[in-house]
C-alpha cells in the first residue's frame, strides 16, 4: 500500500531527475497524479524545504521550462488542460497553480479508457461527474466554466453505465 509520503518522496526524485537533465521535452503517459507529478516537476524548483513551500504555497517557480505534452489514460481528472496540479502531504490535498504549469500539448487517445477494466472505467467515470459537480460549486467559477462543466456533467451521466457495458 502506498502512503501519501511516499509519493511526495517520489515527486521530488522526479523533480531532481527533471532538474538536472534539463529536457527540452516532457511526456507525460497516465492518470491524473501521474500527469501532475509531470506537471509540477516542470516548474518547481526542488529544496530542501519544499514540502513546507508546498504548503505555505511560496514555492519558486523556474524559468527555461521544458514543453509538456500530456497524454492521460484515464478519464475524468482534466490534468491535462489544467493550470493546477495536486500533491498530499501528509494526507492533505495542496494545490500549485499557475499558467506556467499547464501542459502545452495534449492528446486524447479514448482507447486508453475504452479497453481498460471496468474498475478503472469507474472511477475515471465517477471522477469526471465528480470534477463536473466541483467546478459548478466552485467560487472560482465563471461564466464559460459553468457552460463546460454542465456539458461534461450531462455526457458524463449519460454515458457512464454504457461505458462499464462494453
Request: glycine share 6%; charged share 20%.
Amino acid at each position: 500500500k502506498k502512503s501519501y509520503y511516499s509519493e511526495f518522496n517520489e515527486l521530488k526524485q522526479i523533480i531532481s531527475v527533471v532538474n538536472k537533465f534539463k529536457p527540452n521535452l516532457i511526456i507525460a503517459i497516465g492518470g491524473g497524479s501521474v500527469l501532475d507529478y509531470a506537471k509540477i516537476a516542470n516548474v518547481i524548483k526542488c529544496s530542501s524545504n519544499l514540502k513546507e513551500e508546498i504548503k505555505n504555497s511560496s514555492y519558486q517557480l523556474k524559468t527555461g521550462l521544458a514543453k509538456l505534452l500530456a497524454i492521460p489514460t484515464t478519464a475524468g481528472s482534466g490534468a491535462e488542460v489544467t493550470a493546477n496540479a495536486t500533491i498530499y502531504i501528509n494526507k492533505k490535498k495542496y494545490s500549485i497553480e499557475g499558467n506556467l504549469i499547464k501542459p502545452d500539448y495534449f492528446f486524447l487517445i479514448p482507447d486508453f479508457v475504452n479497453k481498460s477494466g471496468n474498475k478503472l472505467k469507474a472511477s475515471s467515470g465517477f471522477d469526471a461527474i465528480s470534477q463536473s459537480l466541483e467546478s459548478l460549486i466552485s467560487t472560482k467559477s465563471n461564466n464559460t466554466s459553468i457552460t463546460f462543466a454542465t456539458k461534461s456533467l450531462l455526457y458524463s451521466l449519460k454515458y457512464f453505465i454504457p461505458s462499464l457495458q462494453k
